[in-house]
């Protein structure tokens, strides 16, 4: 008859460590802030205003126009001062 041996199991520090993975931090492009950066960007947020024809929210404009929502808020910034767009009920919209 063959013995059973005793096996011992290795101490729970010399087992391998698991490391967790950080999330993946979103990039974000640096916005270029000068007067004719701003002003384009103002011009991008009032076409696609212009194009939807109805009021719309800055993650709306930003996929409208195909720019970030950093840069749409450059935008109603500059078409804030001009008068160009007004608010609406939370939304951007032509004035």
Known sequence: MTEKKEVKSAPK????????????????????????????????????????AKALTVAEIAKAAKISSEEVYLGIGWLFKEGKIKDEEGKVTLA
Do not use: H, Q, S
């Open 13 to 52: 520090a010399a087992k391998k460590a698991t490391t967790k993975k950080a999330p993946a931090k979103k990039a974000v492009a640096a916005v270029a802030i000068n007067a004719e950066n701003v002003g384009f960007k103002a011009g991008d947020v009032y076409n696609a205003l212009a194009a939807e």
